[in-house]
Structure formats: structure tokens, C-alpha cells
């Protein structure tokens, strides 16, 4: 099984854009600017995510 990616990941308030978050994921991408509550929003969705995953990697053991 191939190991998980690792991009680098950069979640910040936004220097330039005050009142937003910067989110830049990897390398040589665009980073993109949301309103605190879209990055709140995503936050919930990976926590989502994480625990399902967790969950089903437990169903495997």
C-alpha cells in the first residue's frame, strides 16, 4: 500500500485580505481565500472525515 501524501498545508488569517483565512495546500498551488465561516465549515467537514476514516480502518483490524 502506497504511504498517505503529506502536502504542506498553510491555514491563516489572511495579511492582506483582513477578515478572511488563507488555505494553501501543496506546492506550486493557488492558495485561496474563505470567510471564517467557510474555513469553520471545512473544519467540520474534515473532522467528519477523519473520524470515518478512523472508524472504518478500525472495522479492518
Known amino acids: ?5 503529506e502536502p504542506q498545508v498553510h491555514i491563516a ?3 492582506s485580505r483582513p477578515g478572511l483565512v488563507v488555505i494553501a495546500i501543496g506546492s506550486g498551488t493557488n492558495p485561496y481565500s474563505v470567510t471564517p465561516e467557510r474555513a469553520d465549515d471545512l473544519a467540520d467537514q474534515l473532522t467528519g472525515a477523519a473520524d470515518a476514516a478512523r472508524a ?3 472495522v479492518l483490524r
Do not use: Q, R
Open 13 to 15: 488569517p489572511n495579511a
Open 56 to 58: 472504518a480502518a478500525e
Open 1 to 5: 500500500m502506497k504511504p498517505p501524501d
